[in-house]
């Protein structure tokens, strides 16, 4: 009773009226108390969350997200959440690494326990030159294997025999809503330039092979200039090329200027270029660390002092 008394008093104190609820709260009205505090909770947190780009399309897109690439199974879905749990709210996935199907595993749980609503995600997936031939055939296994509605990037692998016709049956699948944004991946200048008059949607994003021992300054510069997108792969150098780049003597001396490692120091140094990032990771430590680059900022010496690291040192052929 001494409930009730005082639940009626908080009405008419506070004035409640559901039109006055913000929309979120409405839309989650019916779920358990705590979800409805996940969910504030994540737009609140917004501070944790990597800032968002708007691609050339008006899609707002993470600036960093968590790759994929050989993870596996529960090591997959795990990694995913731990990001998903840590503010990430980007992943990068292919047909090529074996794991959509994991991938929107981990996402829909995100989704059920609450974290995160299908929209606040950025879920990427590419075709591989194997899949033009039959690409519409490709992008309905991809989007079977996801099953979280649609995709919100897909991008070719590499330029290939067909790519053209790929490129084109996805733009068909943006149209009816199923793909929301198309990119490209390993195409370098010439390849941009004599792809883009065949086809009608713009890519809003080219990914491709970036880190301070394979910079590709002009490669970025020319497709910035076209107004897309570039996301760095093997930001910190793939597998197996950590032990060189995460010891480099200038970059480990710049990590001790601001008591970070070298790991964000690199993708700090992605960001001040205004390249996007998918570090790839299973180890919760890194995930969190790899996100937490948010807070510090190279200086304009710092930064030329990461340029001239540049080799030209591609770590993969593509
Ligand atoms: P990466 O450069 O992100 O390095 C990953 C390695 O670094 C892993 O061994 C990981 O354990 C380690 N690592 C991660 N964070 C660390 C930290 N803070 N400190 C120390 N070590 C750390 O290489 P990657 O994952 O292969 O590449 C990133 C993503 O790019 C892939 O997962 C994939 O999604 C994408 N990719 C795309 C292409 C393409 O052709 N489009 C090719 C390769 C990779």
């Not at 709260?25 to 358990?32: A, D, L």
């Not at 996940?38 to 691609?55: F, G, H, Q, V, Y």
């Amino acid at each position: 009773m001494e409930k009730v008394i005082l639940a009626i008093i908080l009405v008419i104190l506070t004035g409640c009226n559901i039109n006055n609820i913000p929309k979120e709260e409405v839309q989650n009205k019916n779920e358990t108390e705590n979800e409805v505090v996940n969910m504030k909770t994540d737009s609140e947190r917004k501070l944790d969350l990597a800032p968002t780009i708007t691609l050339n399309n008006g899609i707002d897109m993470p600036v960093l997200g968590i790759g994929t690439y050989s993870l596996h199974d529960d090591t997959c879905i795990n990694s995913i959440y731990t990001a998903i749990q840590n503010g990430y709210r980007k992943i990068d996935t292919a047909y090529m690494y074996g794991n959509e199907e994991e991938v929107g595993k981990a996402v829909k749980k995100a989704i059920n326990d609450g974290i995160i609503k299908r929209e606040d995600i950025f879920v990427a997936t590419k075709l591989y030159p194997n899949q033009y031939d039959n690409p519409k055939e490709a992008i309905e296994e991809a989007l079977k294997k996801l099953d979280i509605e649609y995709i919100d990037l897909m991008l070719l692998h590499h330029p290939g025999t067909n790519d053209e016709k790929a490129y084109k049956a996805m733009e068909e699948y943006v149209a009816s809503g199923k793909i929301k944004s198309l990119g490209l991946s390993n195409y370098y200048i010439e390849e941009i330039d004599n792809f883009l008059p065949k086809v009608s949607i713009k890519p809003v994003l080219v990914q491709n092979e970036i880190h301070p021992y394979y910079q590709e300054r002009d490669v970025v510069k020319h497709i910035q200039d076209l107004d897309i997108v570039v996301e760095g792969w093997y930001p910190l150098g793939g597998r197996g090329h950590q032990t060189e780049l995460l010891n480099d003597e200038t970059l480990v001396k710049i990590a001790n200027n601001h008591n970070r490692s070298v790991a964000q120091v690199i993708l700090r140094w992605d960001y001040q270029n205004d390249v996007i990032v998918i570090p790839g990771s299973s180890n919760p430590d890194h995930i969190k660390e790899n996100i937490s680059i948010f807070d510090f900022e190279l200086t304009e010496e710092e930064m030329k002092q990461i340029e001239v690291l540049n080799r030209d040192e591609k770590h993969d052929w593509y």
